[in-house]
């Protein structure tokens, strides 16, 4: 069974930038919305990003609004999260999944509502 698969992590200063991809190779991948959820240490899993299987709908997590951007390349199958301002509390695993939709526009933030889940890659912001 194929899932997604993450890379990009790596250890960032406060205040700087890294940008996370995701490659989910399936045929079916522009049917699939997509989201990136993250765990901290200690921490339960938590939503982080969606974006709609055409890419015209994303979402966002309060925490993180206006620093980081969800986007996606159906013609690549993969999408990615753009992340700025990087703090300390951002340190976490971040997790890709895919979930397979009829929707086009419409976005999923609940860990429940998708299909399939990624390694994890590891971000961590120092301070």
């Known amino acids: 069974q194929v899932h997604p698969v993450e890379s990009g992590g790596g250890l960032v200063q406060a205040g700087g930038s890294l940008k996370l991809s995701c490659v989910f190779s399936?045929?079916?991948?522009?049917?699939?919305?997509m989201g990136w959820f993250r765990q901290a240490p200690g921490k339960d899993r938590e939503f982080v990003a969606c974006?709609?299987?055409?890419?015209?709908?994303?979402d966002y997590a309060d925490s993180i609004q206006g620093r980081f951007a969800i986007s996606r390349d159906n013609a690549k199958n993969m999408v990615y999260l753009q992340m700025n301002s990087l703090k300390s509390e951002d340190t976490a695993v971040y997790y890709c999944a895919a979930k397979f939709t009829l929707s086009n526009s419409r976005t999923y933030y609940r860990e429940v509502e998708y299909d399939f889940w990624g390694q994890g890659t590891q971000v961590t912001v120092s301070s």
């Open positions: 974006i709609s299987r055409s890419g015209d709908t994303t």
């Open positions: 399936v045929r079916t991948f522009s049917g699939n919305a």
